[in-house]
């Protein structure tokens, strides 16, 4: 069975975790904070802060705003549920809007569900493919002169906050600039399944505006984090240095040196060797199943935007749910992994309880319904490619036939 997507470890990764277990020291330290410098320059980012997974780092970032009840955040419909799941958490509200037919999140409908409660937007670069951000940017703008801030920190952005859920695009591009610096924060999750992994990990690239001050910023979010400890495990340890205070009741989602190690190997290699691997089995994806004409390609590029080949959302002209979900069947049989991505939000029990349904996000559920991923890894051969190549196309024409 070709599986769906395994993570790339190999005697280097072996040997930077087996180093930090030996070093004596392995929760956060030395790994995670030049981690989180290698991050920065590879982003261009203001600041970097490394924690235990994306959904935290969502978290914390609009805690950090101020995000809570009464106020409303705009996501899309069609994500992962941690993109719903920490707005909720935060007792605010979801706003839910439909996608463009690539998936990405709809600006035209973002701008009809802004009002004066909306405190965040929180776009998803699906797949890798990057949102149309400077649309984003001027709604936020044409929308600050009815925004009401409720503390010191919104008050000094005084606009609606665009914090990116960037958990599949490291390494992608909008327009000649790398993801990183596009929104407010911008937050990358490093779990097993992604293009760089850490086995759960996330991190959070501030680009506050000016008079922001980010030296700060990261303190609180590295404080927070630790409970709320006035000083971390690390600076515990100096002589005589044992004594600390909090602050705050924090929260615990930092990154241990482990998971760092780990990300630095990674990372070293990430434009050469992943990128680049991705990206040839996209594009044998993409001549592949240029020739059929059941299917519907992904964007992988246009003018503005360059994917970080994390997905390959794949679509079946004119299939039904039923018959995506036969073709899933097929291709399983034919001893090769593949997934759909994602169940939209109001069809989660969870979300649908609360009221949403997915006849409001028409685009959302025809994606949805006809939508097929398959197997971008590292590891992954070009021969294997070729094998899921033709299984997605015998297990197509033996159901839409
Ligand atoms: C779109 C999206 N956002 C957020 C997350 C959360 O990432 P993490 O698992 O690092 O918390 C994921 C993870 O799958 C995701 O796909």
């Not at 044998?284 to 360059?306: G, H, K, M, N």
């Amino acid at each position: 069975m070709i599986p769906f997507s395994p993570p790339r470890i190999d005697q280097k990764t072996i040997d930077a975790v087996t180093d930090t277990l030996q070093s004596g020291w392995i929760t956060t330290g030395p790994k995670t904070k030049l981690f989180e410098s290698r991050l920065k320059e590879y982003t261009g980012a203001s600041a970097v802060f490394c924690c235990n997974a994306a959904t935290n780092g969502l978290e914390l970032l609009m805690r950090w705003l101020g995000v809570g009840p009464g106020d409303e955040v705009i996501i899309p419909a069609y994500t992962y549920c941690a993109t719903g799941n920490v707005v909720v958490h935060l007792g605010a509200t979801p706003v839910l809007v439909d996608v463009r037919e690539d998936f990405t999140i709809d600006p035209s409908e973002v701008q009809k569900a802004i009002t004066p409660k909306t405190k965040a937007i929180v776009p998803v670069d699906i797949g890798g493919l990057p949102v149309d951000y400077n649309a984003l940017w001027k709604l936020i703008e044409d929308a600050a002169v009815d925004y009401i801030p409720a503390n010191d920190r919104q008050s000094q952005l005084g606009r609606i906050a665009l914090v990116a859920d960037a958990a599949h695009s490291l390494g992608a591009f909008y327009g000649d600039v790398p993801i990183g610096t596009h929104a407010d924060a911008v937050v990358f999750s490093f779990h097993a399944a992604k293009n760089l992994t850490t086995a759960e990990g996330g991190a959070i690239c501030l680009n506050l505006p000016e008079g922001f001050d980010h030296e700060e910023a990261y303190r609180w979010l590295n404080v927070r984090s630790l409970h709320g400890q006035s000083k971390d495990a690390l600076a515990k340890t100096k002589k005589n240095a044992w004594e600390y205070d909090v602050e705050e009741a924090g929260w615990k989602c930092n990154m241990t040196d482990i998971q760092a190690a780990m990300g630095l190997v990674e990372l070293e290699r990430y434009n050469a060797e992943t990128l680049a691997k991705r990206r040839q089995i996209v594009e044998r994806y993409q001549e592949a199943f240029a020739e059929c004409s059941w299917a519907i390609l992904p964007t992988v590029a246009d003018e503005d935007r360059q994917t970080s080949y994390h997905l390959y959302l794949l679509r079946v002209k004119g299939a039904s749910l039923a018959q995506r979900n036969a073709v899933i069947q097929g291709i399983f049989d034919r001893e090769v992994s593949v997934n759909v991505h994602y169940k939209p939000l109001p069809l989660l029990s969870y979300y649908k309880n609360q009221g949403y349904t997915l006849d409001a996000y028409p685009i959302t559920k025809s994606l949805w319904e006809n939508e097929i991923s398959l197997p971008v890894y590292y590891d992954l051969s070009m021969e294997q490619v070729e094998t899921v190549i033709q299984a997605v196309k015998d297990s197509v024409e033996e159901v839409m036939a």
